[in-house]
């Protein structure tokens, strides 16, 4: 009887520690496409409340392993909750990414996306995780905000 409920308990633990697992996992796609489209809203509505909001580190358009940031149709970042230091850098149009075979110019790219007739979708790029210098596969959503001249972006690493 002790073995059965011993068997019982450490199963209980397991599922417990594996459910725990799976909520520390990364986003997903469809989390930072709710994001981009929460935050071009805000962008509607007020512009310079939903700026700070997505500069905030601490702020709502940062969740588990990924954030939103807000460009504009020129090159800036505008607002960067991770990177602050990006929105004084100017046009972004020249950083490439980290694929030595091929770099790619990943804000002129995440634009071509912005500026599309659809104005939404995925860009995929080489870019190291948070603390290691390996490259990666990273995806970004980019969404336009509809009736201005600026996009949103949410990424996760593959």
Not at 70 to 89: C, E, S, V, Y
Request: hydrophobic content about 40%; charged content about 30%; proline content about 6%.
């Amino acid at each position: 009887m002790r073995r059965i409920a011993f068997v019982v308990l450490f199963s209980l633990v397991f599922c417990f520690l594996l459910t725990g697992f799976v909520w520390a996992e990364g986003a997903t796609k469809a989390e930072c496409i709710q994001k981009c489209h929460e935050a071009a809203k805000m962008l509607q509505q007020d512009k310079d409340a939903a700026i700070a909001e997505i500069a905030k580190k601490d702020g709502k358009f940062v969740w588990k392993d990924t954030y939103v940031f807000l460009m504009d149709f020129k090159g800036n970042m505008l607002a960067h909750p991770i990177k602050p230091q990006l929105t004084k850098k100017g046009c972004l149009y020249e950083i490439t990414d980290k694929n030595p075979a091929n770099p790619k110019k990943i804000f002129i790219e995440f634009d071509k996306v912005a500026k599309s007739p659809k104005g939404e979708g995925w860009v995929e790029y080489m870019w190291p995780k948070p603390g290691e210098d390996k490259p990666s596969l990273k995806e970004t959503y980019i969404y336009r905000v509809p009736g201005m001249d600026m996009y949103v972006g949410a990424g996760i690493y593959k």
